[in-house]
Structures are given as C-alpha cells and as structure tokens.
C-alpha cells in the first residue's frame, strides 16, 4: 500500500514570497489532515478535511494560509505571503477513521 | 482543551538498557492514546495505539506503553534499547468520538532519545 506522499521535501524562499506544499493520501482515505511541526516541538493541527469539506480550520492563519482538497483526494496548502516564523515542517496526514498516517513532510526555510 | 505533556526533552541510554518514556494528559474524558516516532527528516509512524480494553499495549518494534487511568498517564516502554531507536518520540490524544473535528491529534512537544553504543 502506498503512503502519503507529499512535495516539495524541501523548500527555501525568502519572507514576503509564496509557497505552495502539494500532499495526495492514502487511497480511500476520506480524512486529510495538515499539521505543522516547529523545531523542537510537536505537530499543531493546522485544518482538517473530511472528503473535499473542511471539518476544522480554526488554527490556520487564514490571513496568509489557506488550502484545498480539490475532488476530496489530492490537497495544497499555501502560504502568501510567508513569514520568517512559517519556517518549520509541514506534515500531511491521512486517515480511514482513527488511526492517522504521515507523510515525510515538507520542511520550509524562510529567510 | 486536551494537553500533553513529555516531561523529559531529551533522554540518553546505553544500548541493551531499558527505556521509559513518560506522558501525561489532561482531557476532560478518556482519550485516544498514541505514541509516535520520527527519525530524523522523516515523518511519523505509528508505534502503538490505546482505545480500550487491556492497560498494557504492544507495539511495533518491540516497544510497549501502559495506560493508567488514576495518573492521566501513557508511558512508553522497551526492555532493551538498540543503536536503531535512537530517534525523537511523540505522545498524542485524540477524542475518543466521531462527529465533527473527531480524532485530531494533540501532540507532546516530543522526547529525543539518544542511545550510547
């Protein structure tokens, strides 16, 4: 069975710049998740999607981040324009019902 | 709102020794329980899951944790230690309900585990 794959791994741009962070889940999987993970800490929930429906958004900065699950499959999340504390890695999770799987995440430098 | 909390940022044991990891929770009823591991520049994989049912839970990669209701507590267990588990481990809950927002995982800011060999 695949895994979550996510793109780009990795990603440098300077602050003011847009970014944009590409995740396609498990196949079947009808819960998509983006965390965001900060040195040092653990992963905070950013939005939760249920097919192509937002479930939960309430800690997604909605003023430069925003996101979609385009058909209840694949889904992006975007950043415009990024701060030097967006820099951190951006973890995309499926899920069948409970039990959520990661991918290898994306790690973002702002500079 | 759910916490968690890894009291110990970063551990360091010899190989063949044993290991304890400690998590606690608050949740106003009893959650989902989930540990995690995360090798450098990787993402998380699973190691074991509570729902319900027997306190002691067996995991992959010979690691075990152990529910206990009274101390709000998850600790996570290995009777002996290998180079290879050297890596950063993460406690999680989840609300142990369906509907809206069910099952998002909250997260422990993580236990870096070093292993001497």
């Known amino acids: 069975e695949a895994g979550v794959a996510q793109s780009p791994r990795y990603k440098i741009i300077e602050k003011r710049q847009s970014v944009a962070f590409w995740c396609n889940p498990i196949?079947?999987?009808?819960?998509l998740y983006w965390y965001q993970q900060i040195l040092g800490q653990g992963p905070k929930l950013l939005i939760q999607f249920q097919n192509n429906g937002v479930v939960d958004d309430s800690q997604l900065p909605k003023d430069r981040f925003s996101a979609e699950r385009l058909k209840g499959v694949d889904s992006t999340l975007k950043i415009q324009p990024a701060k030097l504390e967006d820099s951190a890695v951006y973890l995309c999770?499926?899920?069948?019902?409970?039990?959520?799987?990661f991918g290898q995440g994306t790690r973002l430098t702002v500079v | 709102a759910q916490s968690v909390t890894q009291p110990d940022i970063h551990i360091t044991v010899s190989e063949g020794a044993s290991l304890e990891l400690r998590c606690n929770y608050s949740y106003g009823a009893t959650p989902y329980l989930f540990w995690y591991v995360q090798s450098p520049g990787q993402g998380l994989q699973l190691l074991l899951k509570?729902?319900?049912?027997?306190?002691l839970v067996q995991g992959i990669k010979g690691f075990e944790a152990e529910f206990k209701r009274s101390q709000s507590s998850f600790n996570l267990r290995k009777p002996s230690v290998h180079w290879s588990d050297a890596a950063e481990y993460f406690c999680a809950v989840s609300p142990a309900y369906s509907g809206a927002g069910s099952y998002q995982l909250t997260f422990g800011k993580g236990t870096k585990l070093s292993v001497i060999p």
């Open positions: 509570y729902f319900s049912g027997d306190t």
């Open positions: 999770a499926s899920s069948p019902e409970v039990e959520a799987f």
């Open positions: 196949s079947g999987h009808a819960t």
